[in-house]
């Protein structure tokens, strides 16, 4: 049974609570938010303790594993303390704001040798899930290109939250969204190469972040991924494409206002008449979150890097910050290797 420490009890941490106390494998020993009050609420409801106070929370010698869900200008300081103290790390994505923050995390991890995950649920999506199985038995041949178009458009009073503030978040769209997306493709494509991006603010008017960015990825192998993340997709959308010489997947939908997970497998015919689709539709429950979580518990007692590691944080971090370069410099990017 591993003991966790939660760190930040908002909308993320409330959801990482209820899995890990649903699974026979992990139990809540504290929870810590600077509104202790919300540390107190959801401690209350795990029998776990609550504080104020992150350091003290993520030294205790009961605790195995830290999962940090603070705002993302607070990952890294809380990450690298809880590691410096031994403990296994499950950090939100983005790992950090910046590549050198997120460097930083995994030089301490890689010291420590403990386990470090990035928060990429979205590996473990149903589609997605399934998208990896049949990508894994070479279903499409040789894979050309992945295309994706992934927002949506804010919520009341989107302009007081944390993630449209850099200070606080690092980025906009590209960093709290896009990040997923380039993780999904380097997970389904291949590594990247390099990257020619261009961020807007179209609406929304924050003074510090973008409201959409528009990418073109090369990978090392020569494919290419066209993706488009935004805040102005008035109403939410996920859907992405991956073409490959014998055919194509198409995944739509991811929970609650997406709607429900799709996934449409057309296998090309050797005459090139219209394809055959085979079509996988999924629960609507959303339990990305709990596969993921089990990744995370496994790869603790295998000692073993998990599925979203924190190299795999930071390479998505890269293409963000290689992106944002890009559009600065109206030019492509090489995204550098580790
Ligand atoms: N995997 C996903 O799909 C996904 C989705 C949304 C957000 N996130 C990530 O999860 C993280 C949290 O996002 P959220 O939407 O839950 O934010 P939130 O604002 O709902 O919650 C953040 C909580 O952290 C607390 N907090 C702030 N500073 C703190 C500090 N220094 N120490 C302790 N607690 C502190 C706040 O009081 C708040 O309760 C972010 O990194 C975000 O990018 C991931």
Request: charged share 25%; with cysteine; aromatic share 8%.
């Amino acid at each position: 049974m591993l003991s966790v420490a939660l760190v930040g009890a908002g909308r993320i941490g409330r959801i990482r609570a209820g899995v890990l106390r649903r699974s026979p494998d992990t139990r809540l020993a504290v929870v810590a938010d600077t509104d202790v009050s919300r540390a107190e609420e959801l401690a209350r409801e795990a029998g776990a303790a609550a504080t104020s106070d992150w350091g003290a929370a993520v030294t205790r010698p009961d605790v195995d594993l830290v999962v940090v869900s603070t705002p993302t200008k607070f990952h890294a300081e809380i990450a690298v303390a809880a590691l410096e103290a031994g403990k296994h790390v499950l950090c939100e994505k983005p790992l950090a704001r910046t590549v050198d923050e997120a460097r930083r995390i995994l030089q301490v991890a890689q010291c420590a040798r403990r386990v470090l995950k990035t928060g990429f649920n979205y590996r473990h999506l149903a589609h997605v899930r399934k998208a990896k199985e049949l990508l894994s038995t070479a279903a499409l041949g040789p894979l050309y290109f992945l295309r994706c178009r992934y927002g949506h458009g804010g919520r009341p009073r989107y302009e007081a939250e944390w993630c449209t503030d850099a200070d606080l978040s690092g980025g906009g769209v590209l960093l709290e969204q896009g990040i997923h997306i380039f993780d999904l493709v380097r997970y389904l494509l291949g590594e990247p190469a390099r990257i020619l991006a261009q961020t807007r603010r179209f609406f929304w008017g924050f003074p510090t972040v973008e409201d959409n960015g528009f990418c073109l990825v090369q990978t090392l192998a020569g494919q290419e991924a066209q993706v488009h993340v935004s805040w102005t997709q008035w109403r939410n959308l996920f859907h992405l494409e991956i073409f490959g010489h014998e055919g194509y997947l198409q995944l739509e939908g991811r929970d609650g206002h997406y709607g429900p997970q799709r996934l449409a497998w057309g296998q090309r015919k050797p005459d090139h008449s219209r394809p055959a689709e085979q079509v996988f539709e999924f629960a609507a429950a959303d339990d990305s979150w709990e596969v993921e979580w089990r990744e995370m518990v496994s790869a603790i007692q295998a000692d073993r890097e998990p599925s979203g590691s924190g190299h795999d944080g930071l390479r998505a971090q890269q293409m963000v910050e290689a992106a944002y370069l890009s559009s600065q410099q109206r030019a492509w990017i090489t995204i550098p290797k580790l």
